[in-house]
């Protein structure tokens, strides 16, 4: 049973298209959720938290769905810089701890 | 803005060598943690580490595998007797003080381990 799961994609959208992902995860007692970006044999880097409320930093919408355990990431307007692998991450265990990985969806915008 | 740092960048090895992977994490954090991500492969959680002891460690983490904290700076991790398997890139992470609930991990630049 995979505990936080992605579509692999890739997902290939031209520049100026709005693009979504899911990702679900296993654990109801799960408390914290990110979405981390990764670029080619990089380091994630975080590129938002998700709260219940949902929320939104300029092109990036994240959403929550605790009762069916799902996480949301919307790009508006998507950028050839977008291209990255996009990391659904989840604290599992409600802890300090170890976070669990998705992953990740790989996402190409095409010019 | 502060990063984690993290030397070798890139470590080859032959297979039942002793490796040394360092980090420095961010100044104020207070918490680390250690994770590696196989080619192809989605990251994965080895360890982390508090009050100068570790507070979990996965499967992945057996009697091979140590962490040290020699100092106020470094955070290291040591593979006792590599094998092939443990190729993979390690990333060192840490965490601030607010709650570590929701308090993201910031990680270094990696460490590629390839063992021969």
């Known amino acids: 049973r995979k505990e936080v799961e992605q579509d692999p994609g890739p997902f290939n959208v031209p520049e100026g298209a709005t693009v979504a992902f899911n990702c679900t995860y296993s654990n109801s007692a799960s408390q914290s959720f990110f979405w981390y970006r990764q670029d080619c044999r990089k380091e994630p880097k975080l590129l938002m938290s998700v709260y219940s409320s949902g929320n939104e930093d300029g092109r990036f919408t994240a959403q929550l769905n605790r009762a069916s355990q799902y996480i949301s990431l919307l790009i508006r307007d998507s950028k050839l810089s977008d291209s990255a692998t996009y990391l659904c991450?989840?604290?599992?265990?409600?802890?300090?701890?170890?976070?669990?990985f998705g992953k990740g969806t790989h996402l190409i915008i095409q010019p | 803005e502060p990063e984690v740092t993290q030397t070798p960048s890139h470590q080859v090895t032959q297979m039942g060598q002793e490796v040394i992977l360092r980090c420095v994490p961010i100044?104020?954090?207070?918490?680390f943690y250690w994770y590696r991500q196989i080619l192809g492969q989605k990251v994965e959680f080895l360890v982390s580490f508090y009050n100068n002891e570790i507070s979990e460690k996965s499967e992945i983490f057996d009697d091979q595998f140590s962490v040290e904290r020699p100092d106020g700076s470094n955070f290291t991790l040591k593979i006792r007797s590599t094998k092939l398997e443990d190729s993979a890139m390690y990333f060192c992470?840490?965490?601030?003080?607010?709650?570590?609930?929701?308090?993201?991990?910031?990680f270094g630049n990696g460490t590629r381990l390839t063992v021969t």
């Open positions: 992470a840490s965490r601030d003080r607010r709650s570590s609930y929701n308090s993201p991990l910031h």
């Open positions: 100044s104020n954090h207070l918490y």
């Open positions: 991450v989840v604290n599992m265990k409600g802890g300090a701890d170890g976070l669990t």
